[in-house]
T-cell receptor
Framework: QQPVQSPQAVILREGEDAVINCSSS?????VHWYRQKHGEAPVFLMI?????EQKGHEKISASFNEKKQQSSLYLTASQLSYSGTYFC????????????FGPGTRLSVLP | NAGVTQTPKFRILKIGQSMTLQCTQD?????MYWYRQDPGMGLKLIYY???????DKGEVPNGYNVSRSTTEDFPLRLELAAPSQTSVYFC??????????FGPGTRLTVT
């Protein structure tokens, strides 16, 4: 079942902060975050695993509430390069099965 | 280290034709995935594999077939192409509990 993302779209000025949310009705093993620019492949940002382990880029932060099956991606002091579509992806098991992406959040950062 | 490679980059098919999209990774990843992405939409999982000889259906498998005879290769076969299969196809690979590495994508048009 596809995770739900909010908001669908957000417009920021450079330097502003944003939060993107992802929620699932299923118990999750992991939540992934990717950014995709137009015409390109998705690029990895962050993975949050059940049990608290996180892997990702230094300038990106995220949280994973295992009880609520919710994750949030925090973008602080946004830059023009942050523009793109952000997808969360969820997997129920730890063997790669049933990986599902959310519908995406379109982020535009203006000068 | 080339990562994930996909061929061809672009292809135009006539209705009813068949083709194979190639995907190869050189990172010795066990898990491989095929996604399709329609314009302005998210990624939908077509098929995935957790190792050589093991494949399973994702969300949208109808009209496609896969095989995994080696760790490196995960080809996607389209039989009897239909206009609804016009999309961008991404292949990805990963190891357990880690981020997915995406190929550059194949843009397919069926007319």
């Amino acid at each position: 079942q596809q995770p739900v993302q909010s908001p669908q779209a957000v417009i920021l000025r450079e330097g502003e902060d944003a939060v993107i949310n992802c929620s699932s009705s299923k118990a999750l093993y992991s939540v992934h975050w990717y950014r995709q620019k137009h015409g390109e492949a998705p690029v990895f940002l962050m993975i949050l695993l059940k049990g608290g382990e996180q892997k990702g880029h230094e300038k990106i932060s995220a949280s994973f509430n295992e009880k609520k099956q919710q994750s949030s991606l925090y973008l602080t002091a946004s830059q023009l390069s942050y523009s793109g579509t952000y997808f969360c992806g969820t997997e129920k098991g730890n063997y790669g099965q049933n990986f599902v992406f959310g519908p995406g959040t379109r982020l535009s950062v203006l000068p | 280290n080339a990562g994930v490679t996909q061929t061809p980059k672009f292809r135009i098919l006539k209705i009813g034709q068949s083709m194979t999209l190639q995907c190869t990774q050189d990172m010795n990843h066990n898990y491989m995935y095929w996604y399709r992405q329609d314009p302005g939409m998210g990624l939908k999982l077509i098929y995935y594999s957790v190792g050589a000889g093991i494949t399973d259906k994702g969300e949208v498998p109808n009209g496609y077939n896969v095989s995994r005879s080696t760790t490196e290769d995960f080809p996607l076969r389209l039989e009897l192409a239909a206009p609804s299969q016009t999309s961008v196809y991404f292949c990805a690979s990963t190891r357990r509990g880690a981020e997915q590495y995406f190929g550059p994508g194949t843009r397919l048009t069926v007319t």
